[in-house]
């Protein structure tokens, strides 16, 4: 079969022949239609994701959308290495198949499955979110952050804050719910005076983080002050990226003071099962009520040379 193959962690996947899948025990075949550029899909194919195992070469590509032997049309992951979803076939278990409703396309669902369940899984499997509650995105002018804020909203948040550097996306923000904004632009001070006047202000209960870094520090600064006001304790921040770092100074006293609790979020921290029904229960959503979300198509055979190009607000989705 013809597949985006990563035979080197310093280079960009080749478009080549690579072995066709055979079935194992538990496993089916699906002829792939569709399969997204993701953040972790390239982190895999670098070597930096924590889950990458580091033997080459593999296909490249997490989950995709594509259709049974039986022409049942489904959304799948969690293929056995070294075959991945850059591919004209690819294999699913009962891990993650999910068959597709009917008002959502292959293309659509392969491009908005994987940042939707970053929020999706982040508010419900891990926050345990509760209709009513606030939510404060950091690095909400991303796909994957624009689609929390719409996630956050239809699931019944009472106030959705967008924080993030792009004040274009920031005011569309606004346009896909979010009640209000900060700019990460901000000096650190000013910053850290901004998510306060959030927290002790209309208030904030859950934190979706998709950067760590300074933006992190600054926000964890302004809940660890947040024992001087009258807010309740017990915000619980999220962690679900790394875009602007992955490694922060973090103060005991924060932890004591604030009645913080830090989760993560991500293949380990969430079950499958758990990212199984909350895909499920989005793609249902997405199907009556579609989101607001742009996707480009391209051939999967100029992998190499688009995979290095700028997003620039649209998800790439690689059709073989």
């Known amino acids: 079969m013809n597949a985006a193959v990563v035979e080197s962690f310093d280079a960009p996947p080749r478009y080549t022949v690579f072995a066709d899948p055979v079935p194992l025990e538990g496993e089916k075949l699906v002829t792939i239609t569709a399969a997204g550029l993701h953040p972790i899909v390239k982190g895999l194919a670098s070597g930096a994701h924590y889950g990458s195992g580091g033997t080459l070469p593999f296909v490249a590509g997490v989950d995709g959308v594509g259709r049974l032997d039986d022409g049942t049309r489904v959304y799948f992951g969690v293929s056995r290495p070294p075959f991945g979803t850059f591919a004209e076939l690819g294999l699913a278990s009962g891990a993650v198949c999910i068959p597709l409703p009917d008002g959502l396309d292959d293309a659509t669902a392969a491009g908005i499955a994987n940042p939707a369940m970053s929020s999706a899984v982040a508010l419900k499997a891990r926050a345990k979110f509760d209709a009513g509650e606030s939510v404060l995105i950091l690095g909400a ?9 719409q996630i956050a909203k239809r699931l019944g948040a009472r106030r959705v804050v967008a924080a993030g550097r792009n004040p274009h996306a920031l005011e569309e923000a606004k346009t896909l719910g979010a009640d209000a904004t900060i700019s990460l632009e901000l000096e650190h001070d000013a910053l850290i005076a901004a998510f306060r ?6 208030g904030v209960d859950i934190v979706l983080d998709y950067l760590w870094g300074p933006p992190a520090e600054a926000a964890l600064a302004a809940i660890a002050q947040k024992v001087l006001s009258k807010a309740a304790p017990g915000v619980r921040y999220v962690q679900i990226g790394s875009m602007a770092g992955t490694i922060i100074p973090l103060s005991a006293a924060t932890l004591r003071s604030s009645g913080l609790e830090l989760l993560g979020s991500g293949f380990g921290s969430a079950s499958l099962d758990q990212i199984r029904v909350a895909l499920t229960e989005f793609f249902a959503m997405a199907a009556t009520s579609p989101f607001h979300t742009a996707i480009k198509t391209v051939p999967l055979r100029d992998v190499e040379a688009l995979w290095n190009s700028p997003e620039r607000g649209a998800r790439l989705v690689f059709q073989p």
């Open 197 to 202: 006047s959030e927290i002790d202000g209309a």
């Open 141 to 149: 002018t991303g796909i994957a952050g624009q689609l929390a804020v």
